[in-house]
């Protein structure tokens, strides 16, 4: 029965971390969009012409972290 406790408080930790890490990630995200449109906004009254222009990149792949990585076992 004291494992079954144990467990449940780790479970519980992961969770508080995992959920610290979700809302984190969500200001972040608030933060950026209002960068993007921060800077939208600065080069459409320039007249840049950004809108038109292609964009390219390169996507670089990274292996997926496992579920032990950096949360712990789950």
């Not at 408080?9 to 209002?34: F, H, M």
Request: charged share 25%; net charge positive; with cysteine.
């Amino acid at each position: 029965m004291q494992a079954l406790g144990r467990r449940c408080r780790e479970i519980e930790q992961v969770n508080e971390r995992l959920l610290a890490r979700l809302q984190q990630v969500q200001r972040i995200t608030r933060r950026l969009q209002l960068e993007r449109r921060f800077l939208m906004k600065v080069l459409d009254s320039y007249g840049d012409g950004y809108r038109a222009g292609q964009l390219s990149f390169l996507l670089q792949v990274r292996p997926v972290p496992t579920s032990t990585d950096q949360y712990g076992p789950v």
